[in-house]
C-alpha cells in the first residue's frame, strides 16, 4: 500500500526520559497509533540511548508481535552492538543510518561509498532474521546504486534538506526548493527503476509534504516523528496522526 504512514516514537521516549519517568508510556502511544490507519512504528536505538532504550525496544517488539498489525522499523547505526539487538527482534524492516553522537538528530544520508564489503557482510544475519533492509541516502545516483548492489530492498531517501529549504523561503513555489522536490523525484524514478523500494523521511510536516507529494508515485512508507509529536502537543497523538494521513491520502 503507497503512502504508507509509519511514526517515529523516540520523542515520547524524549519526553519520559526529561524526568527519568514512566510518563509518557510507549505501549500506551502504540495503542492510540493502533487505533489510526497509521501502518507502523519506527524506533532509533542509538548508541547513546538519548532517547529509545534497550527495553522499549523489547516491550515493544514483544507487544506488536502478539497483539497488533502495525509493524516495526528498527533504525539503527552499522554496529555490532545494536546489530545483536536488532536480532533479538521481528523488526519488519531496519533501516540503516549514519550516527555521530554530537548530532542533534540525524543530519544526511548514508555515504555508501567504500562502506560496500562491511555493509554486505554486516546486512546478512539481518536479512536471514527475516527483517528487510533499508539504507537511508541522499537522493544521489550513485548512493542509490550503491544501495542496490549491497542488498537492499528498500532506500529511505533523505528529506532533510528539502525540510530545511522550505523553512527557509518559506514557499515551495521558489527555485531552490523546486530544485530539491526535483532531486527526491528524480531520485525516486531511478530507485524504483533499479527495483528499488521507496521511502521518505527526515523533517516532514502536514506543510511541506503536499508540494513534495504532488506526482510522486509509488512511494511506499513515510517515517514521520518530531512534527507529529511536537504537534500532539497541541492537538494530541491521535487528531494529529489523522491530519498527516488525510494529507497522505
Ligand atoms: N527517517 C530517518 C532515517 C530518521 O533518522 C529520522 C529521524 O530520527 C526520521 C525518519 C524522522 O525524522 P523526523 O523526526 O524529522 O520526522
Known amino acids: 500500500m503507497p503512502n504508507e504512514l509509519h ?7 524524549t519526553v519520559r526520559n526529561a524526568r527519568r519517568t514512566i510518563e509518557p508510556d510507549l505501549i500506551q ?3 492510540i497509533i493502533e487505533a489510526t490507519q497509521a501502518k507502523g512504528i519506527t524506533m532509533h536505538l542509538r548508541e547513546d540511548r538519548r532517547h529509545i532504550n534497550d527495553r522499549d525496544i523489547y516491550d515493544i517488539d514483544a507487544y506488536i508481535q502478539k497483539s497488533s ?9 552499522a554496529t555490532d552492538e545494536i546489530k545483536a539487538i536488532c536480532l533479538k527482534t521481528k523488526a519488519k524492516l531496519a533501516t540503516i543510518v549514519p550516527e ?6 540525524t543530519e544526511g544520508g548514508l555515504n555508501l561509498i567504500g562502506q560496500e564489503k562491511y555493509l554486505k557482510e554486516f546486512i ?14 541522499d537522493p544521489i545516483e550513485e548512493q542509490i546504486t550503491l544501495a542496490k548492489e549491497i542488498g537492499a530492498n528498500f532506500i529511505e531517501i533523505h528529506t532533510g534538506t528539502y525540510a ?20 527526491i523525484h528524480d531520485a525516486t524514478k531511478f530507485a524504483q527503476s533499479i527495483g528499488l523500494k521507496v521511502n521518505l523521511g527526515h523533517g516532514l510536516t502536514v506543510n511541506n509534504l503536499p508540494p513534495l507529494m504532488q ?15 511536537a504537534n500532539s502537543i497541541y492537538y494530541g497523538l491521535e487528531n494529529t496522526i ?8
Do not use: C
Request: proline share 1%; aromatic share 8%.
Open 7 to 13: 511514526i517515529n516514537i523516540d520523542h515520547i521516549a
Open 29 to 31: 502511544a502504540v495503542k
Open 69 to 77: 498489525k502495525l509493524s516495526f522499523t528498527f533504525e539503527m547505526g
Open 100 to 105: 555521530k553522537r554530537e548530532e542533534l538528530t
Open 124 to 137: 546478512k544475519a539481518i536479512k536471514d532474521n527475516g527483517t528487510q533492509i533499508s539504507f537511508f541516502v
Open 164 to 183: 530545511n529549504l522550505f523553512i527557509k523561503y518559506g514557499s515551495a513555489s521558489l527555485e531552490p526548493v523546486q530544485a530539491e522536490i526535483a532531486r
Open 215 to 229: 506526482n510522486l508515485k509509488n512511494i511506499q512508507e513515510l517515517h514521520i516523528g518530531h512534527s507529529i509529536i
Open 242 to 249: 489523522k491530519s498527516f494521513l488525510a494529507v497522505l491520502a
